[in-house]
């Protein structure tokens, strides 16, 4: 190749090209084996889904959750509590439908028809659907962050009950749930 052929190609000629060469094959400035030593704290995140009932914001660890689906036929269940808005049969399983929005505040006036999602979650020996008006997606949560004492009094205390944590981002709460306390309590109840 030409000096010429070079510039046309804007290698600016051999020296510089060779340089480019000589510092890709440069070894790396950070020093890997200090990555594990004490001085880098590691975060430890907690992957979650999280979605909205009503005006309230939730997240559930993304280990709890089997999928998430939508234009399920949900069958009443005569005497059910108001919490289990019935029962559906998915992938050849009978799921229970809980109303979290009626759960967590038996007060809650929602109409009857539900037109968001169901997020199918298993924890334990119980795999139930949860409605949620809107799922707004996965995250990651520095562990650190999701703080279950700074649950404020303006919380419902049954929500409080079932609150792993919180984390407050710009003014608003989304509340990380216990899924397993809440799957074994709404199910004997």
Not at 45 to 52: A, D
Not at 104 to 126: C, F, K
């Amino acid at each position: 190749m030409s000096y010429s052929d070079e510039k046309n190609l804007g290698l600016g000629g051999l020296d510089e090209f060779d340089a480019l060469i000589e510092e890709a094959h440069r070894p790396d400035r950070f020093d890997w084996d200090d990555a594990d030593s004490e001085d880098v704290a590691a975060v430890q995140l907690v992957s979650v889904l999280r979605f909205q009932v009503g005006d309230f914001l939730y997240a559930v660890p993304s280990e709890y959750v089997r999928e998430i689906v939508s234009d399920l036929r949900v069958t009443p269940v005569p005497g059910a509590p108001s919490h289990v808005r019935g029962v559906t049969v998915y992938r050849r399983q009978v799921l229970g439908i809980l109303n979290l929005g009626k759960w967590l505040d038996p007060a809650q006036r929602r109409g009857e028809q539900h037109q968001g999602r169901i997020v199918i979650v298993e924890a334990d020996s119980y795999t139930v659907g949860i409605e949620a008006d809107v799922v707004s997606g996965m995250d990651e949560w520095p562990l650190e962050d999701v703080d279950r004492g700074a649950i404020p009094d303006s919380i419902n205390a049954r929500t409080r009950r079932y609150a792993a944590g919180i984390q407050i981002n710009r003014d608003k709460a989304t509340v990380l749930l216990d899924v397993s306390k809440l799957l074994s309590d709404a199910a004997v109840q």
